[in-house]
């Protein structure tokens, strides 16, 4: 029986790198600009999650976080460079300091599954401001690029062979958080369209 857990890993992995591509392209455009403060964190988070599962015993699953660690950095980099959406709230402070605590509470333990439970948590504190920020203004994000990561984490999940909290929760909290920011992007962009079309162009969204 051919054993399709690694090719699906790869193709996981490589179909995050690629979600890169147009997400990168469109922010030097100036037409997507992500939340700064999401960004780093999830830098940091994806390095976190990755080493994390490694020392509890990583399957092809991995491969994921792999290229999503590879994403963050860069993408993180250029958005403290000048692309990324700088319109700060305390809504984006308040993320920041509880996704921080969550981390030194992971620094403290050798749990690897408490370690991915902390990470994640971090990880939905560090996505919230992404989540306000697409619904205020859903052109902020590029709904292709975060489709592609449904896709990838889809597959992510079929690729591990090994079904235990070590290895699913990561990537079935991506798959959930990439396929909620698509959907906030796309509809929200088919909405905001819709109103233009009817009834002239919008003013911007706040902060």
């Known amino acids: 029986m051919i054993d399709y857990h690694l090719p699906l890993g790869i193709v996981a992995g490589a179909m995050q790198v690629g979600s890169a591509v147009p997400y990168i392209h469109s922010m030097v455009r100036g037409s997507t600009r992500p939340?700064?403060?999401?960004?780093?964190?999830?830098?940091?988070?994806?390095?976190?999650?990755?080493?994390?599962?490694?020392?509890?015993?990583?399957?092809?699953?991995?491969?994921?976080l792999g290229a999503l660690m590879f994403n963050m950095i860069i993408i993180a980099t250029l958005?403290?460079?000048?692309?990324?959406?700088?319109?700060?709230?305390?809504?984006?402070?308040?993320?920041?300091?509880?996704?921080?605590?969550?981390?030194?509470?992971?620094?403290?333990?050798?749990?690897?599954?408490?370690?991915?439970?902390?990470?994640?948590?971090a990880s939905v504190l560090s996505a919230i401001p992404t989540f306000v920020k697409t619904y205020r203004d859903p052109h902020t994000e590029l709904a292709l690029a975060w489709g592609i990561a449904v896709v990838a984490a889809v597959l992510s999940l079929l690729s591990s062979t090994k079904w235990n909290i070590e290895n699913l929760i990561f990537p079935t909290y991506l798959l959930i958080e990439a396929l909620s920011i698509w959907s906030l992007a796309f509809f929200g962009q088919r909405v905001r369209r819709s109103s233009e079309v009817s009834s002239g162009p919008l003013p911007p969204a706040g902060p």
């Open 79 to 121: 958005a403290m460079s000048g692309y990324g959406y700088n319109k700060y709230t305390s809504l984006d402070f308040a993320c920041l300091g509880l996704a921080v605590a969550a981390i030194i509470l992971w620094y403290l333990t050798a749990e690897p599954v408490l370690a991915i439970v902390l990470s994640v948590t």
């Open 35 to 64: 939340n700064i403060v999401s960004q780093i964190l999830w830098a940091l988070l994806t390095a976190i999650a990755f080493s994390a599962q490694l020392s509890a015993g990583a399957s092809w699953s991995i491969l994921i």
